[in-house]
Structures are given as structure tokens and as C-alpha cells.
């Protein structure tokens, strides 16, 4: 099975010029070499901050509404993800209960299973 884990935006991770220290790079960097060594890595990467982005907002058959970020609530943003193998939901869990948190800066990781 596959797994769409999704590391949840800070007011950090928002700030426009944000980047990861380097501990923090490094603690990262050595947690994705371990899941690639397992083959549980399919994919993982940082976001830009909300501000680089647009959401496309569709309203019934009007034309769609672009919105240009910055966007307001963090606590609904992803500053990046990664896409896992494992046997199951419990399984991923366990696993990203030992992801780096240097500093206490990730927050929160939403998992959830891919339809296949």
C-alpha cells in the first residue's frame, strides 16, 4: 500500500524566505536515507512557502477563481510530503513517530492511504 504523508505549515515554515537550518536538513537527510534503504521511499519533498502559490477555486460552471497566495490559515497548508510504501496505516504510524522533529518545529503529519 501507499501512503500520502503530509508534513502540516507552521508560521515558521510561512515566512517568506523560510529554509530549514542545517541540523535540520541533515536529521532529514538521514531519516529519508533510512526509508530509502527499506524501499518505503516513493517520494518526499519541501514546499515553497503559500506564497508562491494560487489555489483554483471552482463555483459551480462559472470560470474558475484564481486566488493568489499568500493563504491565511496555516493550519490548513503542507509545507511538504512524502509518499511511502508500508503494510499499513499502523505500520506508516509507527514509522512517522520517528521522523526528525529537531526543536519541536514540525507541528503536525497527516497520514492518509492512497486509493489504488
Known amino acids: 500500500m501507499r501512503f500520502l504523508v503530509m508534513v502540516k505549515a507552521t ?15 541533515a536529521e532529514m537527510t538521514k531519516f529519508n536515507a533510512r526509508l530509502a534503504d527499506e524501499g518505503r521511499i516513493v517520494m518526499a519533498e519541501g514546499l515553497t512557502s503559500s506564497a508562491d502559490g494560487v489555489r ?7 470560470e474558475p477563481k484564481l486566488i493568489d497566495g ?13 509518499v511511502l510504501n ?30 489504488e
Not at 11 to 25: I, V
Not at 70 to 82: D, R, S, V
Open 11 to 25: 508560521p515558521e515554515s510561512e515566512a517568506p524566505g523560510f529554509q530549514p537550518g542545517a541540523e535540520e536538513l
Open 56 to 62: 483554483v477555486v471552482f463555483e459551480g460552471e462559472a
Open 70 to 82: 499568500p493563504f491565511a490559515e496555516t493550519k490548513e497548508l503542507i509545507a511538504g510530503f512524502w
Open 86 to 115: 508500508g503494510e499499513s496505516l499502523e505500520d506508516v504510524v509507527e514509522l512517522m513517530k520517528q521522523a526528525p522533529n529537531p526543536d519541536a518545529k514540525i507541528g503536525t503529519i497527516e497520514i492518509r492511504t492512497i486509493a
